[in-house]
């Protein structure tokens, strides 16, 4: 089991940073305050789950009143094994894709347009990942190229003709 070193906490940090940058940028919503993330060492067993890359859960309802929060769960073991079987991925970018992944969830049930609680995760996830690659190619970060075409090689994209996603307002059409 491979797990974050000290030393990772930099390139956690930058790929956070970057990532809130460009899901701010295209959603005019600041996630800032409305998530924390937590890696392999500092997860309980419930926050665990093999085979994806991270988990994203629902920490806070106590007070109606107060943003909802959020927690990202990075799986250590995925992530190393991932890069570690695709040398051309590096871990900053890698981090930063699963980031703006995570966080566009985030700010889709934060802002109603999803529920966490009752949404079809299948459609959810194609909407997410649809986002992702369009918020990407439109803020080029070098590496990502890598990824998404390694994605793409590994299971397509999951919009196969044109489809329009709305987000604040704006319609994006997405031939992913």
Known sequence: MAYFIPGHRGLLIKGSTIAEHIVCRETDWNVKNCYDVKTLAELSDDEKEQGVFAKLLFVDA???????HYRICLQDSEIFSFIKSNSDID??????FIMIHELLHIHRFSTGKADYFTCDQHEEEVCVDSLTRLFLTKHPVTGLKNIITLLDKVEAAPLYKFEIVKDQGRIAYAHL
Do not use: G, N, Q, V
């Open 62 to 68: 106590a007070d109606s009143a107060r943003t909802p």
């Open 91 to 96: 871990m900053l970018s890698f981090i930063t």
